[in-house]
């Protein structure tokens, strides 16, 4: 098995001044430096998904799309970016194709809070209550999940649907 090249250093400095840059809210620095990165190291995957993020921020969907499909392109098992691409689509309400995402990015990382958090609300907006309500619970194990506390809520509507009316009141009770 051949070993990922190891990416060069002009491209790794470039990608760094870029999250420097967009720590700091500077947005067009940051754009060229991930630009710099990318032209550099054209395989640089977290590179193109920090500028899908950039362009995601700006409302820029298409663009942000082009880059979140360039990084599963190039390594289909960066969760992150199917995360990024359902949320794109559901910014667009298109919810099937969000959940397809988040499968994908869940079962590349089981533990991302993330991908979790996401699926509990497409999956209700899908009516896909058993499959929200199971997430909620996932998340609901997790460490850190005490700030997202939404989940409750949808946990607590699930509960409602399923007539499981003292459940839901404790769902709720823990907003």
């Known amino acids: 098995m051949n070993a990922a090249p190891a990416i060069p250093e002009d491209a790794r400095s470039a990608f760094a001044a870029g999250n420097e840059a967009y720590a700091k809210g500077v947005v067009a620095k940051a754009q060229e430096a991930f630009l710099k990165a990318i032209a550099s190291y054209p395989k640089y995957v977290s590179a193109h998904n920090n500028l899908g993020v950039l362009y ?10 082009e880059e979140f499909t360039k990084v599963i392109e190039l390594d289909a098992s960066f969760a992150p970016a199917h995360i990024n691409l359902a949320r794109l689509a559901i910014a667009d309400q298109e ?77 709720f009770e823990l907003l």
């Open 56 to 65: 995601m921020r700006q409302n820029d969907k298409e663009k942000a799309r």
């Open 95 to 171: 919810f099937s194709e969000a959940e397809q995402q988040l499968d994908k990015a869940a079962a590349l990382d089981p533990n991302s809070l993330s991908a979790m958090v996401l699926m509990t609300s497409t999956a209700f907006a899908n009516r896909n209550y058993d499959k929200a309500l199971a997430y909620a619970r996932k998340v609901h194990s997790l460490p850190q999940h005490e700030q997202f506390a939404d989940v409750h809520l949808v946990a607590g509507q699930v509960l409602t649907q399923q007539k499981k009316d003292s459940d839901a009141i404790a769902e």
